[in-house]
């Protein structure tokens, strides 16, 4: 595995014409300035809530509700814009491990939970992450500007599967 494709962290506010060349290879380090790749590795002492090959789950460190953890994937991916059809697969287990520590940490599962990505340039951390927060009804409104339905920034799970992963946004 070499470092090349990988690029500078801000190269998803550039454009994505690079991310396509970095996706598949698995970068071991993803850059030591990368921290959910470090929280991977075991390089941190963030508590990993549940994980298997391909994906750990931990809380955010700023959580936007009562209950606010992030899966993301072992493997370095930048953003949900370098997600193609073939990751429909891999976003349905990122939502289920979402679903398992919501169900672990006893969210009750009738209030609304969100789950969803940010846009680039809005990520706080370049490395795919989804979001998976509930009771959504108790976000402040800083809260619902980040993650909220009526953000630009922040794309559910919901529209991302139905587009086809062709959502304007994401596409290009
Ligand atoms: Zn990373
Ligand atoms: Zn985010």
């Known amino acids: 595995m070499t470092s090349a494709g990988r690029t500078a962290t801000n190269s998803e506010a550039t454009g994505s014409a690079t991310l396509t ?3 598949g290879t698995r970068q ?3 850059g030591d300035e990368c921290p959910f ?3 991977a590795a075991g390089r941190t002492d963030t508590e990993v809530l549940l994980s298997d090959d391909e994906l750990l789950c931990f809380c955010d460190v700023k959580p936007g509700v009562a209950h606010h953890y992030l899966v993301v994937t072992a493997m370095h991916i930048d953003s949900c814009k370098a997600l193609r059809r073939e990751h429909v697969a891999l976003v349905e287990r990122m939502v289920a491990m979402g679903r398992s520590v919501l169900e672990k940490n006893k969210v009750n599962m009738n209030d609304v939970s969100r789950m969803g990505f940010h846009l680039p340039p ?3 951390v370049p490395h795919l992450h ?3 927060l509930s009771p959504a009804s108790t976000m402040c409104v800083k809260s619902q500007l980040r993650y ?3 953000s630009h920034w922040f794309i559910t799970v919901i529209s991302i599967l139905l587009s086809g992963f062709s959502h304007p946004l994401v596409a290009k």
Do not use: K
């Open 21 to 23: 060349a970095s996706m």
């Open 148 to 150: 909220g339905p009526r």
């Open 28 to 30: 071991d380090s993803g």
């Open 122 to 124: 809005f990520t706080s």
């Open 130 to 132: 989804l979001h998976a």
């Open 37 to 39: 790749c470090l929280i």
